[in-house]
């Protein structure tokens, strides 16, 4: 518009033609931004793109961070090196019931790890059991650690998976070093091995109900606490 007004001023005294007053003030007065309130709109500009980029790449990082802890919430790890020497549901004149978990032969002393990330909710000698260590998960499954030489986990500790819960030993009822492993839910115990390697892998709710212990004498949560 600014320019066309100027044309139009030029076009007419080319001519000889007087030029209306309104059309020359309007040519010769267009309002201008100054250079500092320019400079002062690009700078703001560029603080706000600034702004918008630092809120998206905070978002990144903590959807980031969301997703390495989920995945660490779901990842599952065997707690404990060399076979297994005694089977879920095994019957045997060392133990009263039917074996409630899976027996690892590793070697005294070696590293325990959980088998996911929970937190401790219990530790501390329970007779049978010897040195053990309850981990409940986000989910409310619960995992024993039992026969351990040395409690490493402390109360209420929140502990990612594979991260030391103890040290195998041969404490409580067993007949040399070894882990016992029992994994509950609901204080019932289920077939660890399809825990930990079954065709549904980590998911208790799909594993049917053959694959539980129901007995009376089985040792429950709240008896370690009495």
């Given amino acids: 518009m600014q320019r066309l007004s100027r044309t139009i001023v030029c076009a ?3 001519v000889g033609l007087a030029v209306p007053s309104t059309l020359s003030a309007s040519a010769e007065a267009q309002p201008r931004v100054p250079t500092a309130q320019k400079t002062t709109l690009t700078i703001a500009a560029k603080e706000a793109a600034t702004v918008v980029r630092h809120a998206k790449e905070r978002a990144a990082r903590k959807a980031r961070v969301e ?9 599952i790890t065997r707690p404990a090196t060399g076979n297994i020497s005694a089977g879920f549901g095994d ?55 039992a026969h351990m030489s040395k409690i490493k986990a402390k109360w209420r500790q929140p502990l990612r998976s594979g991260q030391t819960v103890g040290y195998v030993g041969d404490s409580g009822n067993a007949t040399g070093p070894h882990l016992h492993l029992e994994i509950r839910k609901g ?6 091995a399809l825990f930990l390697w079954g065709p549904n892998k980590g998911k208790i709710s799909k594993m049917k109900i053959k694959n539980w212990v129901h007995d009376p004498d089985v040792v429950h949560l709240a008896d370690l606490y009495n």
């Fill in 91 to 145: 019957r045997s004149r060392h133990w009263e019931v039917r074996h409630t978990g899976i027996d690892f032969d590793a070697k005294y002393g070696e590293k325990v790890g959980a088998v996911m990330a929970g937190k401790v909710i219990f530790r501390g000698y329970v007779r049978g059991y010897g040195n053990l260590v309850v981990i409940r998960n986000k989910k409310g499954v619960d995992f024993w650690y």
């Fill in 67 to 75: 997703r390495k802890r989920l995945a660490q919430q779901r990842k």
């Fill in 12 to 14: 007419v005294a080319v």
């Fill in 187 to 192: 204080d019932y115990p289920i077939n660890p």
